[in-house]
């Protein structure tokens, strides 16, 4: 039930890379468009609300110079009527024309039906009041007395310029508040757009990760594990369609791989078992005639002898064979018990010093024990196999050095020789069943089989082998097996 719901995505069913793709480029361009737009109406409104203020502002400046030029000739004209009576004339026509100039420059900026309005009763008054006062000028009617009878137009028209002033003031106040709001419900909106967009974008993160690098990861390692030769392994049924397809081919590859390894070690175990019994037949009659062969007759004493040899070999290779077939087949069985390890090391060594004149094994082991929890007959046969190994692939001779060691909670065996090595390119592959590198086939025999062996059974242990080698200079095989935890203890004691 969990796998089910990991691997749906969308109704039920896997989405295809392309569609993830087309959901989130145009999610990306909604957000993206829903910006644009955002910033386009802040500009737009912003700009409105700029201009309103601004002709408000420049209206309420213009009404209010309206009001104090009439104020300021109110009080001028009001000084010469007490004084002498007697207004200059070209004062009220000044006045009159500024009057007249500020109301133009201020119909410019009108941004309501009643600032028209009240503009419009406002030219009208001022009008009014200065052509009574230029008509009873004319009719010799005395200043106080024509500042008397023009009273009423003279304070109409101030009424209405305070008016037109309280008007743009408070368009200029509706101005700044719309300007407010505006302010304040675009950054909210930008705010939600950048929200929206990091969380889009950690979105296709977390997606482009758990639907696409994981899926691809894991074929990834799938596939460098079969290339190591682990033909179970599989990858899970995750991600989009393309991915998933491309892990159901390789299920199937992987699974073809594997019927044939497991159809051809059924092969191998079979001609390996009937090839046992032949060679005993031919072993125990070679011993036979052997024992009654003439003494006189050492050619045939000779051949009796180089006979049985190779016997011994078909059979040490058919039972390498069958080992190899039961370890890949999974029926590996280890007897474990505590094992020194430097006691086998002189046991092999010991073993192989005399087999080859031409060839001077050194065994270097530290003081003390190196004890494991291991198959003490299986891990002998590592250790043989790689020291036959070292000798057999270093046919001019040398020194073939061993040396034991600790490694924080590790056993390690290293074995060099000085033999032909190995190409870089061989080295992961030398662990292969029957691999043998280009460069050790000329010198030495084999089905190469020990080697995939020895790994097996050292990775059985809970270990691993490693090698370092050069073409011409030589071949280092490294095993590590885990410590016994009384071993340690006693260590760190």
Not at 47 to 61: I, Y
Not at 384 to 411: F, H, M, Q
Not at 414 to 427: H, K, L, M, R, Y
Request: glycine content about 6%; aromatic content about 4%; overall charge negative.
């Amino acid at each position: 039930m969990e796998r089910e719901r990991n691997t749906r995505w969308y109704w039920g069913r896997p989405l295809r890379l392309s569609r993830l793709l087309s959901l989130a480029i145009a999610a990306l361009s909604f957000l993206v468009i829903l910006s644009a737009v955002s910033l386009f109406l802040s500009t737009a409104v912003l700009h409105r609300n700029t201009a309103r203020l601004d002709n408000a502002m420049t209206g309420a400046g213009l009404a209010r110079d309206v009001e104090l030029e009439l104020l300021h000739y109110g009080r001028l004209a009001e000084h010469a009527a007490e004084r002498d009576g007697m207004e200059p004339d070209n004062q009220r026509k000044a006045v009159h024309r500024a009057v007249q100039e500020r109301l133009v420059e201020a119909e410019a900026h009108v941004g309501s039906a009643m600032e028209q309005q009240v503009l419009g009763e406002l030219v009208s008054r001022t009008e009014t009041y200065f052509t009574a006062r230029d008509r009873m000028e004319r009719a010799g009617l005395p200043l106080d007395q024509a500042l008397q009878q023009t009273q009423i137009d003279f304070d109409d028209a101030l009424s209405k310029a305070a008016e037109l002033v309280t008007i743009n003031l408070a368009d200029a106040e509706d101005a700044r508040k719309s300007a407010s709001f505006w302010d304040d419900a675009l950054d909210t909106v930008s705010i939600i757009v950048i929200s929206g967009l990091l969380l889009l974008v950690l979105a296709l993160v977390q997606g482009a990760r758990t639907q696409i690098y994981v899926p691809l990861s894991a074929l990834r390692g799938a596939i460098e594990r079969l290339a190591r030769g682990d033909e179970h392994t599989r990858v899970p049924d995750v991600g989009p369609v393309e991915i998933r397809e491309l892990g159901a081919v390789f299920n199937e590859m992987a699974a073809s791989i594997a019927r044939k390894g497991e159809e051809q070690i059924a092969v191998l175990a079979a001609v390996a078992h009937d090839i046992r019994n032949p060679l005993a037949a031919i072993k125990m009659s070679t011993t036979v005639l052997a024992r009654s062969a003439p003494s006189t007759e050492p050619r045939v004493l000779r051949t009796l002898t180089i006979v049985d040899r190779q016997i011994d070999r078909l059979a040490r290779m058919t039972d390498d064979l069958l080992q190899a077939t039961r370890i890949q087949a999974g029926q590996l069985e280890l007897s474990r018990k505590p094992c020194d390890l430097c006691r086998l090391l002189n046991d092999s060594v010991e073993l192989y010093a005399s087999t080859s004149p031409n060839h001077r094994i050194s065994l270097v082991i530290p003081e003390g024990s190196l004890v494991c929890d291991v198959d003490e007959a299986r891990v002998e046969q590592v250790l043989d196999n790689l020291i036959g190994n070292a000798i057999k692939y270093s046919p001019t001779g040398g020194e073939i050095r061993i040396v034991a060691d600790r490694d924080g909670e590790e056993a390690t065996v290293a074995v060099s020789d000085q033999g032909v090595g190995i190409e870089p390119e061989e080295i992961e592959r030398i662990f292969e069943p029957f691999h043998r590198a280009a460069s050790t086939r000329k010198v030495a025999h084999g089905v190469g089989l020990g080697l995939s062996v020895a790994r097996k059974i050292v990775e059985a242990h809970g270990g691993r082998v490693d090698v370092e080698s050069r073409r011409g200079e030589g071949t280092t095989f490294r095993i590590r097996l885990p410590l016994r935890r009384h071993e340690l203890a006693r260590l760190s004691a």
